[in-house]
Nanobody, 128 residues
Framework: QEQLVESGGGLVQTGGSLRLSCAAS????????MGWFRQAPGKEREFVAA??????????NYADAVKGRFTISRDNAKKSIYLQINNPKPEDTAVYYC???????????????????WGQGTQVTVSS
């Protein structure tokens, strides 16, 4: 069974940067599409970014709200994915979750229902 643990959240000012990490325990990590989602207070959880499994070319996909500011990456040797957050905005304040799509195909999904393992989340707070 997969286990995902996020870290790296905290308080950051607008114009700053932050890197979130997600460590996985599964032995077939490189075969999974992985994603980041977030949930702000009073809002539904939403897609942030995804990266395909290595056989899919590590293809990335981003929500329009974060394109050009966030970067998702993976390190299969460390069984980890990362979310580099640059130039954050107050509206990026949320709990950020990483997720694994262990049954997915070549393309990543923006639909959280396709992800079957989730981390516990890490809080990111952006102050202006």
């Amino acid at each position: 069974q997969e286990q995902l643990v996020e870290s790296g959240g905290g308080l950051v000012q607008t114009g700053g940067s932050l890197r979130l990490s997600c460590a996985a325990s599964g032995y077939t990590f490189s075969s999974y599409n992985m994603g980041w989602f977030r949930q702000a207070p009073g809002k539904e959880r939403e897609f942030v970014a995804a990266i395909s499994w290595t056989g899919g070319g590590d293809t990335t996909n981003y929500a329009d709200a974060v394109k050009g500011r966030f970067t998702i990456s993976r390190d299969n040797a460390k069984k980890s994915i990362y979310l580099q957050i640059n130039n954050p905005k107050p509206e990026d304040t949320a709990v950020y979750y990483c997720a694994a799509d262990t049954l997915g195909g070549v393309e990543t999904s923006t639909d959280q229902r396709h992800y079957d393992y989730w981390g516990q989340g890490t809080q990111v707070t952006v102050s202006s």
